[in-house]
């Protein structure tokens, strides 16, 4: 379980980096969604994944999402 936790971390770290293409350490909205639509992203859930995105972003009072918001956004993403 451990092991799987780790591989977890280890993509989601990939995927976080992947999208972060300024390098700033934190996720726009417009990176996001980007990056969503790129990689197949579903265009109709577009406006779900940008309300996930903003409801984990703006709870510390700044519009972006650092690694570890960005994991909260994942488990979000998977209960809708």
């Given at each position: 379980?451990?092991?799987?936790?780790?591989?977890?971390?280890?993509?989601?770290?990939?995927v976080?980096?992947?999208?972060?293409?300024?390098?700033?350490?934190?996720?726009?909205?417009?990176?996001?969604?980007?990056?969503?639509l790129?990689?197949?992203?579903?265009?109709?859930?577009?406006?779900?994944?940008?309300?996930?995105?903003?409801?984990i972003?703006?709870r510390?009072?700044?519009?972006?999402?650092?690694?570890?918001?960005?994991?909260?956004?994942?488990?979000?993403?998977?209960a809708?």
């Open positions: 379980e451990e092991l799987n936790r780790q591989e977890e971390k280890s993509t989601i770290d990939l976080f980096d992947e999208i972060d293409v300024d390098n700033s350490g934190d996720l726009t909205s417009t990176e996001f969604s980007d990056w969503w790129k990689n197949g992203g579903d265009e109709n859930r577009l406006e779900t994944v940008q309300q996930a995105f903003q409801i972003a703006t510390d009072g700044n519009t972006t999402v650092s690694i570890e918001e960005f994991r909260e956004v994942q488990i979000l993403l998977a809708l």
